[in-house]
Structure formats: C-alpha cells, structure tokens
C-alpha cells in the first residue's frame, strides 16, 4: 500500500447536519501598493425552535454528530492497490434507521435522553432558585410585617394603657357614685324592710285573729303569700341562670382556642370600644350635670383661691367649672365679660358663691404678713437702754455735745464742721447704764433725716446756743419732735461763750409751747457746755431719769427687727447699712429683708470697728451682706430663710416699679403746670454721695433752686462712686456730674474728658448748693431792667424841613436825654414808642434838658405828634439773673 493509499483516522472532515461555516478568499490592500490574500469565513447562526419538530432536528443533529464519535467512522476508507484490493463500503444493516446501525441509533439516542436528562435538571434547578427567591421575599416581606405588627402593638399598648389610666379614673369615679347609690339603695332597702316587716307582723296578727275566728281569709291570705313566696323564689332562680349562662360564654369565649394575633386584635377593639363607650357615658354625663337637668348630680364643693384680680378663664379653671358657665353667671349678675377680661375680687367672690363653692381671699401683700411678727408677752420684756436724738440749729453744737459724752473727737471728721449724715453711737456711763445717741444734721436740707431720727427715738434732746436762741431749724426740731410725740430735753448749750443768756432761751421757748421746769413746766433743761465739759453728768441723770419714766423695754429672745439709720455702698465692702435694732437681737447668720432689699448678715461691726457676733435691742450696728442699697428710714425684719425673703423683695421691687410708671390723674392743674414744665429751661444734674442720706439731702436742695425760666433735673441719683455709666448718661443728656464725698475711677475721668463731661466734687452741702445756683443763673438771660429818666408836655408843634415836624416841649419832671428810647402818650394810651432822634435847646443840639426848660424834639419815623402829648423818656439796662 503506498503512502497516498494509507488509511488513517486523522481525516480533516466531520460528521454535520449541514454546512455550517461558508468560506472565501477576498484580497487586503495595504499602503505602497501592497496586498495580501485573506480567508474570510462566514458563520450562520442556528436557531432552535421550540415544537417536535424543533425537537427532531436537535435529535437528528445530535445523532449524527455522535455516531461518528462512536464508530470511529468519520471517513471512508482509502482505496488503492494493496493485498485483497480496494475495500468496498460496508452496507447498512436490515432493519436500520435511514441506514444506521444499532450502534448509532444506541449513542443518538442516549444523547437525546442526555439531552433531555440535562432539560430536566435545568428546569428542577430554576424552579428551586425560584422557590429560594419567593421564601426570601416572604422572608423580608414577614420580617417588615412583623416590624409594623410590633410597632401598632406597641402603639396600640400605649393607647391601652392610657385608655386604661381613664378608664380607672372613670371607674373610680363611677365605683363611688355607685358606692353612694348603693349605700342610699341599702338605707332604702332598710327601711322597706322595716316596713314590709311590721306589715307582715300586722298581717301575721289579722291572720291569728281571722283563724282564732274560723274564717277564710286566713287560709286564702296564707295561699297568696306562699304563690307571692314561690314567685319570688322563680325569678331569682332564672336570673341565677341567665347570670351563669353569660358567665359560662364568658369563660368559653375567653379559655375556648389557641390565642392568635387576629383574636387578641379583635380583643382589644372590642376593650377599646367599650373604654369609648364608657367615655361617651361619662361625657353625657357631665353635660348633663353642665346643663342642670337633674338635681341627682351633686357638684362638689371646693374651696377657690380668689386673687385681688383675676381672669375670667382662671377663675372657672380653679372652680372646674365651664367658661361658657361662668360668663352665663356673670350675664346673670349684669356683668358682660369675655374669657380673657379680669375680675375684681368682690365679683369673683360673687360667682364663686353662685357655683356653690367656697371663698378664699389672698393678696399680692400677703407676702408681708407676719414679718414683723405678733406682740411680745410682758413676761419676756427686759430693760434696754434708751435711744436719744439729738437735733438743733447747725452750728449749735451738737456733734460736740457727743463729743463731750463720748470723749471722742468726731467733729474733725465731718468736713467743714457740720454732720453730713446721722451718726449712732452708744455710750456705757460709769454706773453700768447704757445710752443710744443718734445726731441728726442741723442743715435745712436735712429736714427728712431729723425727721427720720425723731420717728426712731425715745427722747429728744434739743440743743440751743445760749447766745443765737431759737432759729429755724430750731423750731422745725420742735416740730417733729411733737409730731413723733416724744419727751424733750432742753440742752442750752455755749454756757460759757460772752454773751450767752439762757433766760432769752427759756422765754423763746415758751413761744413754742415748750415749758421748762424752771417756769412750773415739765420739760427738763440743762445748761450745759461741750466744749468746757460743763453739767455733762446732769444731762445724762436728766435722760435716766427719763427714760426710767417711759419704762423701756424690749424682748432680746426673739427675730430682730428695727429700722435703717443709713445706707451706703463702699468699695470693698459691698453694700453697708447702719440699723438700729428695736427688738429681739440680730445674729451672724441671720436672714433679714431690709426695704426692698434683702440680705444673710455676714458680720455685725459697731461704732467702734469692734465685730460683734449679735446686737440687742437699742444698739446700732453696720450690718454687711446686703444684696442692694436700702434707702435710709426703712424698716428691717429677720426672715426664716432665703425663699421668704426673695419674695418680698420681689413683691416690693414690684411696687416700686409701678409706683414709678404709674402716671399722675390728668386735670387742668396737670397740664399747665406740665406746659410750665415744658417751657422752663432744665438743667440735667448726676449726683453720686457716699451715703443715702446726703443724696436725699442733695437732691431736695437742688429741687428747691430755680424759678418759672429754669429748673434742675435730677437724672440720677445713687450711693457710691462715679462709674463709667454715670459719665455716658450725663454725656447724652449734656449733664454735669456731682459727687459728694465720693470720686470717679480712671475709666470715668477718660470718658469724661473724652467726651467733655464736667465733674465736680464737693465736701459740703453749703458749697454744692451755692455752686448750683450760680450756674443754673448763668444759663438764664440777662434781665432787662427799664429805668424812667423824666417827663415832658408838648406845648407847641412846628414844621423842620420839607417833611420834618418839630415838637416844643416843657421838661416837667427829670431831664430829657439824645439818643434815649421815649414813649409819646395822648389821653394816657402809647401811640408812639421808638428814640429821641434830636433834642435841641434854642438852636444847638445838646445832650440833655433838666426839668422846667424848654426844648425841642424830634423822633425817629413819627410826625404825627400833637399838641397836649405827654412824652415819657427812658433807657433800657441789663442785669445779671439771680436764684
């Protein structure tokens, strides 16, 4: 066999259903002419159809591409020469398929139940990643159901419960409206079977008596009340029953089947049903209770708050009553209000009485009761030492007559001599006594702190130079000392200067009703002299002896309360106020309301800088731990704790405030006094003084000054020293700023010299006063003053120049003057008032005429001058204005 005849296996055909890939030659063109011959196959796509037929074809296709994998027959054998010859093709055999073997059909045909085998597993795969895919999302959608499902539960048990909370308060209330009813129906029930019972016992007795008399009726009554017996006996057994019967469906219903989440949903709307029932039960109700259709329903009785006002909608809250009811009410009593309209007391009480419930009256001031606490028993009084005011004329000596008590200099502490404030010292005798002093200033600007000493005081001594008498602050002591109805000793004092006649003394006293013993009075005097020492023990016998006839006592085992001598603010220290304890003694520690301030004592110092851990009745003492500056004159009281006393100062801060705002009755006096106001000019003044005291003093001085043309205005006034706010409202309202005893700190002499505030200090009143006035005067125009030269009669009239008229006068009285100003009257009215143009004598102009000389006149724009006119000559002068 040769090589071209070889058979093989490697054949390059294979067995297909058809021809599937066509191929061609096409030639590539390249650059520079270039190309190259390229194999270009062309595949078709096989489409599967779906159907038998679809199914044969794929069948087929399948077999015939198997069958040559198992037969290893892919080619036909080679022919050619070799042992035997060329080998025929082998026939198919009988009974084959189209002509294939068994083996053929064999292998097609498992590669169709392949085929089929791998359809199947297919189709089971899909379906159970489907069936995965559905249960995931039942999954997610269960697990989003019984999120929702959790969360209305979670609604729904909050609903429950609060529904649930209402439903056992409204079951509370309807158990003890039943509890009630049922204790009435009890009584009832009672007292029908009291009376059933004697009535059986009546009929009992008529049936004894009918049998003892053999008649019927005893037997017919005993057959009625047996069928009335069994009767009775048939109901409460069918009521049993139905009561069972209901029980036993409620036991069913409840215990019968497993509990699911529709049957415990149904549950609960069926409780949110009856809860909604029982509401709607309870609301009728109530309206029928608003409305007053049955007198079953009792309101109840309470007691309402009534403030000093009140609003419609608050009052008919606190009586749990409707508004609509209450405005009814008040239609009823000839009121036409709204919910928000306030009520006065008296009315409120009013309709609080008509809606049957009680009355309780408060007030804002309620606050205040029981502050200054009850009376003291006479059991717990105890002597104190007596506080004595010393007042005068200033300058008399009054300081000095404590310096000769106290043997202390306190005179060369008070700027220019005089008492600027009230100073309280107390003073032990050698005998044990004690004496409590207070000095009152002598100036007239100081009249309400002598009137605040004499209010605080047991006794008066009243100081008089032996050598001035009685001046005004002199009698102005008097008076307040009269109107505080306090004893007076008289202290003459300046025994010892020339001149000093005390008898003058007694006798001016008699002019205010003021008898000395020494005249058959009851009033004690003393000459004495502070500065020589003289008859200073028989002052102090004088005020024992005194005050051991006003039997002073006081009760130390108590809360403090007394009154403010002086208030200030110092640096350092804080607020500081001298108080003067009346009654009970003032701790470290305590709480006190001072004013409208209020305030925990932080220490307790005397008039000596000793600190002292309480002080009794009569002493004074410097408290510190004030929150604010008090005004002096207020009253002090110790407080059980902070709260207490926050509202007090709270509740007269308010009153404060609105005694500040409140505007003044409008009438005419008001608005031409206020138009008055408006035309004087104001002068904007910022005082600032070391103690209270002397601010009072300082800001009703600078009231007094001025007239109808200038006033000054006080913009601030305040305890302590000049800040920086003080300079920036003085700078916006062009103001000038006084400090009295105090100064300003850097920060405020920058912003005063920047912004040209002027500030002026002072040591004393008198200097401040004067000052003030002076430059309140300055602002004011200078007055023109009119001074009358003298009179002249026109007694003939000629004609000067072409238009000119000449006047020939008489000099009457004082001399005519060139160049003065004139008034020309006829029959005493003004028809001319202008200036002397010319003034001649004879022929020559001179410059004044004397009286009874004749001369001649002309005026400036008048001719028309008469004979008869009076001619009234003048000059104008300014002068400086004074207040």
């Given at each position: 066999?040769?090589?071209?005849?070889?058979?093989?296996?490697?054949?390059?055909?294979?067995?297909?259903?058809?021809?599937?890939?066509?191929?061609?030659?096409?030639?590539?063109?390249?650059?520079?002419?270039?190309?190259?011959?390229?194999?270009?196959?062309?595949?078709?796509?096989?489409?599967?159809?779906?159907?038998?037929?679809?199914?044969?074809?794929?069948?087929?296709?399948?077999?015939?591409?198997?069958?040559?994998?198992?037969?290893?027959?892919?080619?036909?054998?080679?022919?050619?020469?070799?042992?035997?010859?060329?080998?025929?093709?082998?026939r198919p055999q009988a009974g084959g398929r189209g002509g294939l073997t068994q083996a053929e059909i064999a292998a097609r045909t498992g590669a169709l139940r392949q085929a089929h085998e791998e359809a199947e597993r297919r189709k089971v795969e899909e379906e159970r990643r489907r069936r995965e895919e559905e249960a995931l999302r039942k999954?997610?959608?269960?697990?989003?159901?019984?999120?929702?499902?959790?969360?209305?539960?979670?609604?729904?048990?909050?609903?429950?419960?609060?529904?649930?909370?209402?439903?056992?308060?409204?079951?509370?209330?309807?158990?003890?409206?039943?509890?009630?009813?049922?204790?009435?129906?009890?009584?009832?029930?009672?007292?029908?079977?009291?009376?059933?019972?004697?009535?059986?016992?009546?009929?009992?007795?008529?049936?004894?008596?009918?049998?003892?008399?053999?008649?019927?009726?005893?037997?017919?009554?005993?057959?009625?009340?047996?069928?009335?017996?069994?009767?009775?006996?048939?109901?409460?057994?069918?009521?049993?029953?139905?009561?069972?019967?209901?029980?036993?469906?409620?036991?069913?219903?409840?215990?019968?089947?497993?509990?699911?989440?529709?049957?415990?949903?149904?549950?609960?709307?069926?409780?949110?049903?009856?809860?909604?029932?029982?509401?709607?039960?309870?609301?009728?109700?109530?309206?029928?209770?608003?409305?007053?259709?049955?007198?079953?329903?009792?309101?109840?009785?309470?007691?309402?708050?009534?403030?000093?006002?009140?609003?419609?909608?608050?009052?008919?809250?606190?009586?749990?009553?409707?508004?609509?009811?209450?405005?009814?009410?008040?239609?009823?009593?000839?009121?036409?209000?709204?919910?928000?309209?306030?009520?006065?007391?008296?009315?409120?009480?009013?309709?609080?009485?008509?809606?049957?419930?009680?009355?309780?009256?408060?007030?804002?001031?309620?606050?205040?009761?029981?502050?200054?606490?009850?009376?003291?028993?006479?059991?717990?009084?105890?002597?104190?030492?007596?506080?004595?005011?010393?007042?005068?004329?200033?300058?008399?000596?009054?300081?000095?007559?404590?310096?000769?008590?106290?043997?202390?200099?306190?005179?060369?502490?008070?700027?220019?001599?005089?008492?600027?404030?009230?100073?309280?010292?107390?003073?032990?005798?050698?005998?044990?006594?004690?004496?409590?002093?207070?000095?009152?200033?002598?100036?007239?600007?100081?009249?309400?702190?002598?009137?605040?000493?004499?209010?605080?005081?047991?006794?008066?001594?009243?100081?008089?130079?032996?050598?001035?008498?009685?001046?005004?602050?002199?009698?102005?002591?008097?008076?307040?000392?009269?109107?505080?109805?306090?004893?007076?000793?008289?202290?003459?004092?300046?025994?010892?200067?020339?001149?000093?006649?005390?008898?003058?003394?007694?006798?001016?006293?008699?002019?205010?009703?003021?008898?000395?013993?020494?005249?058959?009075?009851?009033?004690?005097?003393?000459?004495?002299?502070?500065?020589?020492?003289?008859?200073?023990?028989?002052?102090?016998?004088?005020?024992?002896?005194?005050?051991?006839?006003?039997?002073?006592?006081?009760?130390?085992?108590?809360?403090?309360?007394?009154?403010?001598?002086?208030?200030?603010?110092?640096?350092?220290?804080?607020?500081?106020?001298?108080?003067?304890?009346?009654?009970?003694?003032?701790?470290?520690?305590?709480?006190?309301?001072?004013?409208?301030?209020?305030?925990?004592?932080?220490?307790?110092?005397?008039?000596?800088?000793?600190?002292?851990?309480?002080?009794?009745?009569?002493?004074?003492?410097?408290?510190?731990?004030?929150?604010?500056?008090?005004?002096?004159?207020?009253?002090?009281?110790?407080?059980?704790?902070?709260?207490?006393?926050?509202?007090?100062?709270?509740?007269?801060?308010?009153?404060?405030?609105?005694?500040?705002?409140?505007?003044?009755?409008?009438?005419?006096?008001?608005?031409?006094?206020?138009?008055?106001?408006?035309?004087?000019?104001?002068?904007?003044?910022?005082?600032?003084?070391?103690?209270?005291?002397?601010?009072?003093?300082?800001?009703?001085?600078?009231?007094?000054?001025?007239?109808?043309?200038?006033?000054?205005?006080?913009?601030?006034?305040?305890?302590?020293?000049?800040?920086?706010?003080?300079?920036?409202?003085?700078?916006?309202?062009?103001?000038?700023?006084?400090?009295?005893?105090?100064?300003?700190?850097?920060?405020?002499?920058?912003?005063?010299?920047?912004?040209?505030?002027?500030?002026?200090y002072y040591a004393v009143i008198y200097d401040l006063i004067d000052d003030m006035r002076e430059l309140m005067a300055g602002q004011l125009a200078p007055e023109v003053r009119e001074e009358t030269l003298g009179l002249a009669e026109v007694r003939e009239v000629f004609t000067a120049g072409k238009r000119g008229r000449a006047a020939g006068?008489?000099?009457?009285?004082?001399?005519?003057?060139?160049?003065?100003?004139?008034?020309?009257?006829?029959?005493?009215?003004?028809?001319?008032?202008?200036?002397?143009?010319?003034?001649?004598?004879?022929?020559?102009?001179?410059?004044?005429?004397?009286?009874?000389?004749?001369?001649?006149?002309?005026?400036?724009?008048?001719?028309?001058?008469?004979?008869?006119?009076?001619?009234?000559?003048?000059?104008?002068?300014?002068?400086?204005?004074?207040?």
């Amino acid at each position: 066999m040769s090589d071209e005849k070889k058979l093989t296996l490697s054949g390059r055909g294979t067995l297909g259903a058809g021809k599937g890939v066509e191929t061609g030659k096409v030639r590539q063109s390249f650059s520079h002419g270039r190309s190259k011959p390229v194999v270009v196959e062309r595949k078709r796509k096989r489409t599967l159809k779906k159907g038998p037929g679809a199914a044969a074809d794929a069948d087929a296709a399948t077999t015939e591409q198997a069958a040559p994998q198992k037969t290893g027959e892919a080619k036909p054998a080679p022919t050619g020469g070799g042992r035997g010859g060329a080998q025929k093709p082998r026939r198919p055999q009988a009974g084959g398929r189209g002509g294939l073997t068994q083996a053929e059909i064999a292998a097609r045909t498992g590669a169709l139940r392949q085929a089929h085998e791998e359809a199947e597993r297919r189709k089971v795969e899909e379906e159970r990643r489907r069936r995965e895919e559905e249960a995931l999302r039942k999954a997610r959608e269960a697990e989003q159901a019984q999120a929702e499902q959790e969360e209305a539960a979670a609604e729904t048990e909050a609903r429950r419960r609060a529904e649930e909370a209402a439903k056992q308060a409204a079951e509370d209330k309807a158990r003890k409206a039943r509890e009630q009813e049922e204790r009435r129906k009890a009584e009832e029930a009672a007292r029908l079977e009291q009376e059933s019972e004697e009535a059986r016992k009546r009929t009992e007795r008529a049936r004894a008596a009918a049998r003892a008399a053999g008649t019927p009726e005893a037997e017919s009554a005993d057959s009625a009340g047996a069928r009335k017996k069994k009767g009775a006996k048939g109901a409460a057994a069918k009521k049993a029953e139905a009561a069972k019967a209901s029980k036993g469906r409620g036991e069913e219903k409840r215990r019968s089947g497993k509990l699911t989440v529709t049957r415990a949903l149904a549950d609960d709307d069926e409780r949110q049903r009856s809860e909604a029932a029982a509401k709607r039960r309870e609301r009728r109700r109530r309206q029928r209770e608003m409305s007053g259709d049955g007198d079953k329903a009792e309101r109840k009785s309470r007691e309402v708050v009534i403030p000093e006002a009140i609003t419609v909608q608050e009052l008919a809250q606190r009586m749990a009553e409707k508004a609509p009811a209450v405005i009814k009410t008040l239609m009823g009593m000839g009121v036409m209000a709204t919910i928000n309209q306030t009520l006065d007391q008296d009315t409120a009480q009013l309709v609080v009485e008509e809606f049957g419930h009680k009355v309780k009256r408060v007030s804002e001031a309620d606050v205040e009761e029981g502050l200054i606490g009850d009376e003291d028993d006479a059991g717990d009084l105890r002597s104190r030492a007596p506080v004595v005011t010393v007042m005068g004329h200033v300058d008399h000596g009054k300081t000095s007559l404590l310096d000769g008590l106290r043997k202390t200099d306190v005179v060369a502490g008070e700027a220019g001599g005089i008492t600027q404030h009230i100073g309280a010292y107390q003073v032990q005798l050698g005998d044990g006594n004690k004496i409590t002093f207070l000095d009152t200033p002598g100036h007239e600007a100081f009249t309400q702190m002598r009137q605040r000493g004499a209010g605080v005081t047991d006794i008066v001594v009243l100081v008089v130079a032996a050598d001035d008498g009685i001046m005004p602050q002199t009698v102005e002591a008097i008076n307040h000392a009269k109107a505080a109805e306090v004893p007076i000793i008289v202290a003459i004092n300046k025994v010892d200067k020339p001149g000093a006649d005390p008898t003058r003394v007694r006798n001016e006293l008699l002019q205010h009703e003021l008898v000395v013993e020494a005249m058959g009075g009851d009033i004690q005097d003393v000459e004495v002299s502070a500065l020589q020492g003289t008859n200073l023990d028989k002052l102090e016998e004088a005020i024992l002896l005194q005050s051991e006839l006003l039997e002073l006592k006081a009760n130390p085992d108590r809360d403090a309360d007394g009154v403010v001598i002086e208030a200030k603010l110092e640096r350092g220290r804080g607020p500081v106020a001298s108080l003067l304890v009346r009654r009970g003694t003032l701790k470290v520690g305590d709480v006190f309301v001072a004013g409208a301030e209020w305030g925990r004592v932080r220490a307790l110092v005397d008039e000596r800088g000793q600190q002292l851990k309480s002080a009794g009745p009569a002493q004074p003492v410097e408290v510190l731990g004030l929150q604010g500056t008090p005004s002096a004159g207020d009253d002090f009281a110790v407080v059980e704790n902070e709260s207490r006393a926050r509202e007090i100062h709270e509740y007269r801060q308010e009153k404060l405030r609105s005694k500040r705002t409140t505007a003044a009755p409008a009438s005419l006096e008001s608005m031409f006094s206020a138009i008055r106001e408006k035309q004087a000019t104001e002068f904007p003044i910022v005082v600032k003084g070391d103690v209270q005291g002397s601010v009072e003093a300082i800001v009703s001085s600078l009231e007094k000054i001025g007239n109808e043309d200038i006033r000054a205005r006080v913009l601030h006034a305040a305890v302590g020293g000049i800040t920086e706010s003080d300079v920036t409202l003085a700078a916006a309202s062009e103001a000038i700023i006084l400090g009295f005893n105090v100064r300003a700190n850097k920060q405020a002499r920058d912003a005063a010299e920047q912004n040209s505030v002027a500030i002026q200090y002072y040591a004393v009143i008198y200097d401040l006063i004067d000052d003030m006035r002076e430059l309140m005067a300055g602002q004011l125009a200078p007055e023109v003053r009119e001074e009358t030269l003298g009179l002249a009669e026109v007694r003939e009239v000629f004609t000067a120049g072409k238009r000119g008229r000449a006047a020939g006068c008489l000099v009457v009285d004082g001399r005519m003057r060139a160049g003065a100003k004139c008034r020309i009257l006829r029959d005493d009215v003004v028809v001319y008032e202008g200036d002397i143009a010319s003034l001649r004598r004879f022929k020559d102009d001179v410059r004044e005429v004397e009286a009874g000389t004749e001369c001649g006149l002309m005026f400036a724009n008048f001719m028309d001058v008469k004979k008869g006119d009076q001619i009234e000559c003048y000059v104008q002068t300014e002068h400086a204005r004074k207040l």
